[in-house]
């Protein structure tokens, strides 16, 4: 590296003002907190996400946290949108296939699995762990994007007129989502007995579900 290099790049790092390496560094430490209540929430489940105990675990004061986030709901949110990240890769990592009812077996079986490989997040997101935290327009968002696969395929399947005329997508996609919630939901809540047998009525109900979609085809 030349002389006129060394300089060049010593010019570049002494023309970076206070306020951006104060930024900067806000930023790294805005990450730090919250991959340290992301351990948190996946080792000893929402309950444990408090800002006390995250300050705890960074050997650092409250203070600092707030100063960050504001509030233990503005550290959810960024935790909520970590999961809708983490539910997007879930559904982007399942085969794809032409066939429109196998596909959505799939996608259903993925949601199944973040749900159990996540479970603290699927808490956070969709089971209310945190009672005074309420996703936000931004949440949403995430949450619509981390459902896009879903959306996608049923829209291909109406492509294909295998779904009947007259049904609105999104609409097909909440009651889809509600259904396979409300069975994760009940297993989490201890009313499905264990994982075995809750999968069971997990898979009956993914297939009912397609079954009622898509009458005129064998799941």
Same mark, same amino acid.
């Given at each position: 590296?030349?002389?006129?290099?060394?300089?060049?790049?010593?010019?570049?790092? *002494?023309?970076?003002? /206070?306020?951006?390496?104060?930024?900067?560094?806000?930023?790294?430490?805005?990450?730090?907190?919250?991959?340290?209540?992301?351990?948190?929430?996946?080792?000893?489940?929402?309950?444990?996400?408090?800002?006390?105990?995250?300050?705890?675990?960074?050997?650092?004061?409250?203070?600092?946290?707030?100063?960050?986030?504001?509030?233990?709901?503005?550290?959810?949110?960024?935790?909520?949108?970590?999961?809708?990240?983490?539910?997007?890769?879930?559904?982007?990592?399942?085969?794809?296939?032409?066939?429109?009812?196998?596909?959505?077996?799939?996608?259903?079986?993925?949601?199944?699995?973040?749900?159990?490989?996540?479970?603290?997040? /699927?808490?956070?997101?969709?089971?209310?762990?945190?009672?005074?935290?309420?996703?936000?327009?931004?949440?949403?968002?995430?949450?619509?994007?981390?459902?896009?696969?879903?959306?996608?395929? *049923?829209? @291909?399947?109406?492509?294909?007129?295998?779904?009947?005329?007259? /049904?609105?997508?999104?609409?097909?996609?909440?009651?889809?989502?509600?259904?396979?919630?409300?069975? *994760? @939901?009940? /297993?989490?809540?201890?009313?499905?007995?264990?994982?075995?047998?809750?999968?069971?009525?997990?898979?009956?109900?993914?297939?009912?579900?397609?079954?009622?979609?898509?009458?005129? @085809?064998?799941?």
């Amino acid at each position: 590296m030349s002389d006129q290099d060394i300089s060049s790049n010593t010019t570049t790092r *002494i023309l970076k003002t /206070y306020k951006e390496a104060r930024l900067q560094n806000n930023e790294n430490l805005r990450k730090l907190v919250v991959e340290t209540a992301a351990a948190l929430l996946q080792e000893e489940g929402p309950e444990a996400v408090t800002v006390r105990r995250v300050a705890q675990k960074m050997d650092c004061s409250t203070k600092i946290i707030y100063s960050l986030f504001v509030n233990k709901e503005g550290l959810a949110q960024q935790l909520y949108l970590h999961g809708c990240k983490l539910l997007a890769n879930e559904f982007e990592r399942t085969p794809q296939t032409a066939d429109p009812i196998q596909h959505l077996l799939t996608l259903g079986e993925a949601y199944w699995q973040f749900g159990q490989r996540y479970s603290g997040y /699927y808490k956070l997101m969709f089971g209310g762990a945190f009672a005074d935290f309420k996703p936000d327009e931004e949440s949403m968002h995430g949450t619509v994007t981390a459902m896009r696969q879903f959306l996608t395929a *049923i829209s @291909h399947a109406q492509g294909q007129g295998l779904i009947p005329a007259g /049904y609105d997508t999104e609409s097909v996609v909440r009651i889809c989502w509600a259904s396979l919630h409300g069975a *994760i @939901h009940l /297993y989490m809540g201890g009313h499905l007995g264990d994982e075995q047998t809750a999968y069971g009525v997990y898979r009956q109900t993914l297939t009912m579900i397609v079954s009622s979609l898509m009458p005129d @085809h064998n799941t």
